[in-house]
């Protein structure tokens, strides 16, 4: 097996390979009953997460094994965190089951924060479900601080908003 590679989606990857991974990659969730939008969104739900922002893969042996979407656009109706000057955030992270536990998700969040040091962003924030501890415990140990919450319309779960600031060098 050779060393994964993280590039920008390409217009000839699938995206209902990428929308089928997503559904896989939060299955775990699904069954704690955290209804995340990655749980079942549809393809043209994925078509257009991809298309307002910067999306990343992980391609491994010549497949598609995780994914994680950069954007800078300011939500109508998010929390307050994402309409500040200067700060990005990123979702539609999520790595093949098989695949979990083995640094991809690790490679894809430190080109995400790389990607948005480039496009001169002083922090990268996230949101994600409050009563997924691991998942607040793994951006916490990659310098994520909580910020703020947000109740969306379309989940079943209130979540936190976690930021890291970006610092020149710093991954």
Not at 68 to 87: F, N
Request: with cysteine; net charge negative; aromatic share 8%.
């Amino acid at each position: 097996m050779s060393d994964p590679i993280i590039r920008p989606i390409a217009e000839t990857d699938s995206l209902e390979h990428l929308t089928e991974l997503l559904h896989r990659a939060y299955a775990r969730l699904a069954e704690m009953g955290l209804r995340f939008f990655a749980t079942h969104q549809t393809v043209e739900q994925t078509r257009s997460r991809v298309e307002s922002g910067r999306c990343f893969v992980a391609e491994l042996d010549g497949r598609i094994v995780g994914t994680i979407c950069l954007y800078r656009r300011t939500l109508e109706h998010g929390p307050a965190w994402y309409a500040r000057d200067g700060v990005g955030y990123f979702g539609q992270f999520g790595v093949e089951p098989a695949h979990q536990g083995g640094g991809i998700g690790n490679l894809l969040l430190e080109h995400v924060e790389r990607a948005a040091r480039a496009v001169g962003l002083d922090e990268l924030a996230l949101d994600t479900a409050e009563t997924a501890t691991h998942l607040i415990e793994y951006y916490a140990r990659h310098g994520y601080r909580l910020v703020d919450g947000v109740q969306w319309k379309d989940v079943n779960y209130r979540s936190v908003v976690m930021s890291k600031t970006l610092v020149d060098g710093a991954s």
